[in-house]
């Protein structure tokens, strides 16, 4: 739902309403909306907007429209006995989390009412494509007003409570209508991008991972080192969004929501006994290819700590009864909380609890110091983070892909002082499919650099058998943005190292996490 502020009055969208009453200091105004199925519509409320002074029409709506994009068309109105002035403007719509930038068109009214100082305005929005229909729906409307004279004149105070009843009422009605809508276009959306990925699917079979590799080669102009290149490249796969994931489909390879987790497994807990964030479960039986790094089934489940401090992996093996761990409605809303009631205890080098109680909710401490909470005497699930939350579970599709790295002494030897192109132009013929391009195995920006922190990380745990760079790999990195909505801090990627000492006989009990930004 878009909505917008001007100095006059709110914008919001479409009401679903056969016929709208607003009052106003003295007038009673009815209009009818045209009922639209476009959710790119911002609707209208007509509303009375009272003046301190008389003011001209004009200069007064000049002042209200500025700033607000070019003006396409202005001309004097009337309608439904009523003069006025007639506004469209051309802006645009950016919304750079969903990295929107589309023309956005603003029609705006306003009249000035006989023998009164007050003028009466309406505004809808829309894009382009949808222009036509939009406008005809705007004066259809504007033509079903009606001014109601005879109804008395209304106490100001009591009318001005009426009017913000109203319009309340009318807001929270289409946000619900938006939100079945949104939910509805979402569906459709997600069926929309898995047609698209099917056929980035298809084109991935027609045009294989080595020939994309050698045509991001020749867009460098350095085919003729392919084979030198191939040998330091690392191969790995691509994981995109694919569409919500049904609710029924257990042990899938998705992001967001809730884990499935085994029978009689339950949702893991850090030391001070808050339950991890869960991230993403990859079934490994879903790779296009195996590879020696990882076993050749099961489930890998995905979860972080506080603050991103550190993360988990378990593994599932094959033939796993599964069973749905829902991520609870208000989850985040507790987690909130929950960190309200905790420090940091610097002797204790954990979080503890400052506040015994918070509005419904009550935390308590066993004797080993982990923590739980309960609501009404009934205990609540606590994440170990308040944003690491995702309600919008999606399915992830794999693909295979090639690496290279970003630091080899190869690249000197081949006169390359800057890799940095082919290894662009590698990652842009690699791309698939829409969204973010979350990373299983493969060489990765930060290799080096994460294999340094891995190595102090294995030392500072005792893992001496750990502390070689070639020890450590990077087995997933998972990326802000997309329909699941994870933001790592200001929009990184949140990398989990593993060793294939231990991956190889299904232990993913060593790991090592660190963020990556920009």
């Known amino acids: 739902m878009h909505t917008a502020t001007t100095p006059e009055f709110t914008i919001v969208v479409q009401a ?19 009922t639209l199925l476009s959710p790119s519509m911002s ?39 009523l003069t006025g002035e007639y506004v469209k403007q051309l802006d645009r719509l950016i919304d750079e ?10 029609l705006r009214a306003m009249f000035s009412l006989k023998e009164r100082p007050d003028f009466l305005s309406a505004t809808a ?11 005809q729906a705007f004066f259809q409307t504007l033509a079903s007003f009606e001014p109601h004279s005879d109804s008395g004149p209304i106490e100001h105070e009591e009318s001005k409570i009426r009017n913000n009843e109203l319009q309340e009422h009318m807001l929270h009605a289409a946000m619900d209508r938006m939100e079945r809508i949104e939910q509805m276009q979402r569906s459709s959306h997600d069926s929309e991008q898995m047609s698209e ?4 699917d298809r084109m991935t079979q027609t045009i294989d991972v080595q020939e994309r590799f050698e045509l991001a080669l020749s867009h460098t102009g350095l085919q003729e080192h392919a084979d ?25 390879t998705r992001i967001g929501g809730g884990p499935d987790l085994p029978e009689g497994v339950d949702w893991p807990r850090n030391h001070e006994g808050l339950h991890y ?13 195996l590879t020696r790094h990882l076993p050749s089934s099961g489930c890998l489940t995905f979860m972080s700590d506080t603050d991103l401090r550190g993360g988990k992996v378990l593994y599932s093996p094959d033939g796993c009864s599964w069973i749905r761990h829902p991520l609870p409605e208000d989850a985040e809303d507790i987690a909130s909380k929950v960190m309200q009631m905790l420090t940091w205890s610097t002797a204790e080098q954990r979080l503890v609890v400052s506040r015994n109680e918070l509005l419904d909710l009550q935390a308590h401490t066993a004797a080993d110091g982990t923590l739980s909470f309960e609501r009404s005497g009934q205990p609540v699930l606590a994440l170990a983070s308040e944003y690491e939350i995702s309600q919008e579970p999606q399915m992830l599709q794999v693909f295979p892909t090639i690496t290279l790295p970003h630091s080899s002494q190869v690249y000197s030897s081949l006169g390359l002082t800057d890799p940095d192109e082919a290894i662009t132009a590698l990652r842009e013929h690699m791309h698939v499919g829409e969204g973010p391009q979350h990373q299983l195995l493969g060489h990765h920006r930060s290799t080096s650099r994460a294999a340094e922190r891995a190595i102090a990380y294995a030392k500072q745990q005792g893992w001496q058998e750990l502390t070689q760079a070639e020890d450590w790999f990077i087995l997933l990195a998972l990326q802000s943005g997309g329909r699941a909505g994870f933001q790592f801090e200001d929009y990184g990627e949140f990398v989990f190292m593993a060793n294939i000492r231990d991956t190889m006989r299904g232990d993913f009990s060593r790991v090592f996490t660190y963020l990556e930004l920009e």
């Not at 990925?197 to 980035?200: H, M």
């Open 16 to 34: 679903p309403f056969s016929s709208v009453q607003v009052f106003g200091s003295n007038v009673v105004a009815r209009c009818t909306p045209i």
């Open 43 to 81: 609707v209208w409320i007509i509303e009375e907007e009272e003046t301190e002074q008389q003011d001209a029409l004009s200069s007064r709506l000049s002042r209200i429209i500025d700033g607000y994009g070019d003006i396409v068309e202005r001309y004097e109105l009337e309608i439904a006995g």
């Open 97 to 106: 989390e969903e990295g929107m930038d589309v023309p956005w068109y603003r």
């Open 125 to 135: 929005m829309c894009s382009a494509e949808e222009l036509e229909g939009i406008e």
């Open 197 to 200: 990925l099917e056929a980035q």
């Open 228 to 252: 030198t290149l191939h040998a330091i490249a690392h191969a790995g796969f691509t994981l995109v969004e694919a569409g919500t994931s049904p609710a029924n489909l257990f042990g899938a």
């Open 277 to 289: 964030n869960f991230l993403a479960q990859i079934n490994l039986s879903d790779l296009p290819t």
